[in-house]
Nanobody, 127 residues
Framework: QLQLVESGGGLVQPGGPLRLSCAASGFTLNTYHIGWFRQAPGKEREGVSCISSSGGSINYVDSLKGRFTISRDNAKNTVYLQMNSLKPEDTAVYYC????????????????????WGQGTQVTVSS
């Protein structure tokens, strides 16, 4: 059974860092693009960042560039989202998602492309 499990969420003070992990079970991530998405209370889910299966294509939503960094460790079957200088408006449930794509294809933040989704992890930025 293909599963994605997010972890690393929690309560953090404004300006602090947090690293989210997306671990796969039942399949290996090395042929999958991974995207991070988030849904804030009362808002639609939005794209955050994605990384291609090779790691050669990375995209971020413009508003988060410079604060968030996506990376992957295929040996650990895990993708990470390092979030720095967190703001209260970053409060949301964060989801990772996967889609199988050719090795050198670019990744995109179109939610409809992603076939497998995790359950999400809550991130709360508050003093």
């Amino acid at each position: 059974q293909l599963q994605l499990v997010e972890s690393g969420g929690g309560l953090v003070q404004p300006g602090g860092p947090l690293r989210l992990s997306c671990a796969a079970s039942g399949f290996t991530l090395n042929t999958y693009h991974i995207g991070w998405f988030r849904q804030a209370p009362g808002k639609e889910r939005e794209g955050v960042s994605c990384i291609s299966s090779s790691g050669g294509s990375i995209n971020y939503v413009d508003s988060l560039k410079g604060r968030f960094t996506i990376s992957r460790d295929n040996a650990k079957n895990t993708v990470y989202l390092q979030m720095n200088s967190l703001k209260p408006e970053d409060t949301a449930v964060y989801y990772c998602a996967a889609v199988q794509r050719p090795l050198y294809a670019s990744c995109h933040l179109r939610q409809s492309e992603y076939a497998y989704w995790g359950q999400g992890t809550q991130v709360t930025v508050s003093s």
